[in-house]
């Protein structure tokens, strides 16, 4: 069973936005603040892949194929991490998880959601 819940997936257009949502209710505040988060997308017939990454210091890290569309960004206060997407692509049709890796190795992950980029 999922331990963090996402909301905002859907269908857009090439060329629109969409922003994903990753609440992480479960977790206590100390642990998500100290943590390394990431969201991850699979493709059809594809291996899953790191889209984007976000460091306990603020470092951010995206896959090629998204940077300059995608932000990684979180709100400690909220336990919220968000993904926001811009110019989507038909190719950025995947399923979409988040992950929270906490600094003892334990590993979180969102239910995953539906991301469909098409006309």
């Known amino acids: 069973q999922a331990q963090l819940v996402q909301s905002g997936g859907g269908l857009v257009q090439p060329g629109g936005s969409l922003r994903l949502s990753c609440k992480a209710s479960r977790i206590i505040l100390s642990t998500f603040t100290t943590s390394a988060m990431a969201w991850y997308r699979q493709g059809p017939g594809e291996q899953r892949e790191l889209v984007a990454g976000?460091?306990?210091?603020?470092?951010?890290n995206y896959a090629d194929s998204v940077k300059g569309r995608f932000t990684i960004s979180k709100d400690n206060s909220k336990r919220m991490l968000y993904l926001q997407m811009n110019s989507l692509k038909p190719e950025d049709t995947a399923v979409y998880y988040c992950n929270i890796k906490t600094t003892q190795g334990s590993d979180y992950w969102g239910q995953g959601t539906q991301v469909t980029v098409s006309a």
């Open positions: 976000l460091s306990t210091g603020g470092s951010t």
